[in-house]
């Protein structure tokens, strides 16, 4: 029974979440853990869901997983209904939640097998599933020992593989990169490059501004249990204007405010303003400003000593968007 | 059946994570054992006496022993779900397709295999000390043995995953195994004790798995006592199975 009160996405949409909600009674009162949130993940993308420790990814996450049932709202995981059909959700999704869940006592393999066998998998398919993951998350050499003699970066390669046993429409990685060391971290990212590649939806969480970053094709920000925006990276530091292009000329040049009146009058250019030796300018987007405004100075012959482009950073973004910077926003709070 | 594949898949995790740590089946066996050794022969003037009347001693003691091995190790699952509810074990495994009822099932046969299999060995090490089981009557007595299992691992997983604490479940195990225990009469046969302490023992589920353990022992199969056993521990088997689903159902691991 589902209601057609209203539009419930694109058939292409891997995730559609509309009003979802989720409180949890606590001693002294209830606390409202996500406070209906709408979400929209594009099948083959690779979306972030960012925010602080305690701002209500997880228990998100866990409603979108089937983990935990929602107390109000709807949400639509590759196609399925989580509350009315979690059967049909489970077969389809992958999970690898913050605590991997890799049998200790049991071998990388033996894992995997296992994992496997409950999606289905005969032994011997399960078995040559097994063999084929051990090696493209490169475990061949520790495949046949307990997980718990593995390293951080091991465990968490056999805890993604665990959560692909069964090529699922849609992955959920649950703070994947919590942890690991720079390389480590740098090789997950290649592996959910790749899983997007070949068509996975990649749904994660992450307090790492880098990660979502350099990771994901969308991020929304959520604080607080509610999404305080949402977009491409670009797009969320573009909502936050003016990148800043920084111009030192060389000794010279013409006087600065003259040069810094040409500048203003520029396309591209929505303010202008001598700091020192430099001017700075506030740009929409300096990718496409830049070229234009060196080429201009070239053109007039002003010598250059440095040009550069200093971006906001979704950290900016995340300040700007909840009044506080990501670093302390989780502390003294519960995750 | 996808049902049935289920079950025996996760039952050989269990069973396989059992035989990597062989020690802990062995403990099993040691407290029953040492009570063998070292306190039923304190038993042996009793002989005669009212409960002993049957059989030599031992054919009353060790039906009881029998049953404190399906009871009290068991008591453990609810430990071990939360030791696995902290890796994130049971959490991944609910992402995945299988029934909560398979996830269960998988662990309580796997206890079960852990009771019966010391509990055949207890029996042959007292054989040549003096018990004497008939083995029909034995066959049927490993059946009872492992509807208790199923009993006492289901409650003890369903009750973890409501209290969530060890310390909490600990209370709850602790307060409650010496007073199941001796009003079992797995100690002493409660024919010795005094008439209120007999009237009490009646509302103690083990107590009936007891005395029917003990008539199961000396081949007496079709006794009433038998039969109420099979009714009290079939009946809390289903009703804990059924509990402990439910919870596995509603519990955000």
């Known amino acids: 029974m589902i209601p057609n009160r209203t539009a419930l996405g694109k058939a292409t949409d891997a995730v559609v979440v509309e009003n979802l909600r989720k409180s949890f009674r606590v001693k002294g009162g209830t606390v409202e853990a996500v406070r209906g949130i709408d979400l929209r993940v594009a099948r083959g993308e690779i979306f972030g869901f960012l925010g602080p420790n305690g701002a209500g990814k997880t228990t998100t996450l866990r409603m979108l997983t089937t983990l935990l049932p929602p107390d109000g709202g709807r949400a639509l995981v590759a196609g399925a209904d989580v509350a009315g059909r979690p059967q049909d959700v489970r077969r389809r999704i992958g999970y690898v939640g913050q605590r991997g869940g890799a049998d200790s006592a049991a071998t990388g393999r033996e894992n995997l097998v296992l994992q496997a066998r409950l999606y289905g998998q005969r032994k011997a398919e399960a078995s040559a599933r097994a063999a084929e993951l051990i090696d493209l998350v490169q475990l061949s050499e520790f495949a046949d020992r307990p997980a718990l003699t593995y390293s951080g970066g091991q465990r968490r390669r056999l805890e993604v593989a665990l959560g692909i046993v069964h090529h699922p429409q849609v992955l959920f990685l649950d703070e994947p990169t919590a942890g690991l060391d720079p390389q480590n971290r740098a090789n997950l990212w290649d592996r959910v490059r790749a899983l997007r590649a070949t068509g996975t939806t990649v749904f994660l969480t992450t307090h790492y501004m880098e990660e979502a970053d350099a990771l994901c094709d969308r991020v929304a920000i959520i604080d607080h249990g509610a999404i305080a925006s949402e977009g491409t990276p670009r797009e969320l530091k573009q909502c936050l204007g003016r990148e800043m292009v920084l111009i030192k000329p060389g000794p010279a040049a013409r006087p600065l405010e003259d040069l810094r009146r040409d500048l203003a009058a520029q396309r591209f250019v929505e303010e202008a303003r001598i700091e020192g030796e430099t001017i700075r300018l506030s740009v929409g987007d300096g990718g496409q400003a830049l070229p234009a405004i060196v080429a201009r100075l070239q053109s007039d012959g002003v010598p250059l000593e440095t040009v550069s482009l200093s971006a906001p950073s979704l950290d900016d973004v995340f300040l700007r968007q909840t009044g506080r910077s990501l670093r302390d926003a989780g502390k003294g709070e519960q995750s | ?253």
Not at chain 2, 30 to 55: D, E, H, K, M, N
Not at chain 2, 82 to 91: A, N, P
């Open chain 2, 1 to 253: 059946m996808k049902l049935v594949t289920d079950v025996w898949v996760l039952m050989g995790r269990k069973v396989r994570e059992a035989l990597r740590q062989p020690t802990w089946v062995i403990m099993n066996l040691s407290l029953p054992l040492v009570l063998l050794a070292f306190y039923a022969p304190l038993l042996q003037s009793l002989a005669g006496a009212p409960g002993f009347t049957r059989g030599s001693v031992l054919d009353v003691f060790v039906p009881g022993m029998l049953v404190m091995l399906a009871y009290v190790n068991v008591t453990a699952a609810g430990y071990f779900l939360l030791m696995e509810l902290d890796s994130g074990v049971i959490e991944r495994l609910r992402v995945t397709p299988v029934s909560r009822f398979a996830l269960l099932m998988g662990t309580v046969l796997r206890d079960v295999l852990a009771t019966i299999v010391p509990a055949l060995v207890l029996v042959a090490i007292a054989i040549p000390f003096g018990f004497h089981p008939r083995w029909a009557g034995a066959a049927v007595l490993m059946v009872l043995l492992a509807l208790l299992t199923s009993a006492t691992a289901a409650a003890s997983s369903a009750l973890a995953l409501i209290v969530r604490k060890v310390e909490s479940l600990t209370a709850v195990t602790n307060g409650t195994l010496m007073p199941l225990l001796l009003l079992s009469g797995l100690f002493l046969p409660l024919s010795l004790a005094p008439q209120w302490l007999r009237v009490l023992a009646h509302v103690n589920p083990l107590y009936y798995a007891v005395e029917a353990s003990r008539d199961l022992a000396v081949g007496t199969i079709g006794s009433a006592t038998v039969g109420q056993g099979f009714l009290v521990m079939g009946g809390l088997a289903v009703l804990a199975i059924a509990w402990a689903t439910r919870v596995y159902r509603k519990a955000a691991a």
